[in-house]
């Protein structure tokens, strides 16, 4: 009997309007969920304390910025204790930054991946963002634990937690579209993220209250959807912290914003994907 020819089946992603792409992205949710499960296994196998270490990086930032900016610098955070202030913002931030950082070499880090199978290649950034949930989870219990210390009560705004980190994940996956599409072209971009990454922190007011920037720089200052985001988590975890609508309104849509340009750079790149990786 002979053998039947093979069958050689081209998928084309041009042309491909949002909403087929939605469409299809949702039919690869189980990938999705798979992928974000292995992220987390491979993070933490073989490791002396586990997850654990989910809560070394935002402890040891919120020490090291509390002997640095708060007694050193004698930046003030008003009636709310410092290490409080700084690991509310350390929270959402170190979320934002470790995403943006494992979104922007995921396509080089899954090469042989890319390269034997199809999948909607997206499904892979919003993987790492979502593995990344479960780690912030856990640094909010520390957060749960040092705000019993200092006698904080959490208020209504804390059912709000997840909306801030909606919008860090927005941002961060559009930025790691953004940086991974240039990345798969122009492996620079992988020896500059740190930097990139530490200057996007100097940037935001995680170590230091807003109001240390000059007024004359607010309007350029407060283009950073960051800075929205960090006040807002910060108005969400910690007592009597006051709501600028104004800049909540900003970090909403400059979240928004990055992720609609990292879909569309990422859209333009994707073609021969397999490739360049």
Do not use: H
């Amino acid at each position: 009997m002979a053998a039947e020819p093979a069958t050689t089946i081209v998928i084309d992603a041009r042309g491909m309007k949002l909403s087929a792409r939605l469409r299809e992205f949702w039919r690869y949710r189980e990938l999705l969920l798979f992928l974000a499960w292995r992220d987390i296994r491979v993070r933490y196998r073989q490791t002396f304390i586990g997850a654990a270490w989910a809560l070394v990086e935002p402890f040891v930032g919120m020490v090291v910025f509390t002997l640095l900016f708060s007694r050193v610098a004698k930046f003030s955070s008003g009636d709310i204790p410092y290490p409080l202030y700084c690991y509310a913002a350390l929270l959402v931030w170190n979320f934002f930054a470790r995403a943006v950082r494992e979104s922007t070499i995921c396509f080089t880090a899954n090469a042989a991946l890319l390269r034997k199978t199809y999948f909607p290649r997206l499904i892979l950034p919003a993987a790492c963002v979502l593995s990344l949930v479960v780690d912030f989870c856990c640094a909010l219990a520390l957060f749960v634990a040092l705000s019993a210390y200092y006698g904080a009560r959490p208020e209504l705004s804390v059912l709000t937690v997840p909306l801030w980190l909606a919008l860090a994940g927005s941002a961060a996956l559009g930025s790691g579209l953004i940086l991974g599409a240039i990345n798969l072209r122009y492996r620079d971009i992988g020896q500059t993220l740190p930097f990139i990454v530490q200057t996007w922190l100097l940037a935001s007011p995680v170590a230091y209250p807003r109001s240390a920037i000059p007024a004359s720089w607010l309007p350029v200052y407060e283009l950073n959807p960051m800075v929205g985001i960090v006040e807002g988590m910060r108005w969400a975890l910690l007592p009597q912290m006051p709501l600028d609508p104004r800049l909540t309104a900003l970090g909403a849509v400059g979240a928004l914003a990055l992720l609609a340009a990292g879909v569309l750079s990422f859209s333009r790149a994707e073609r021969g994907l397999a490739d360049v990786v």
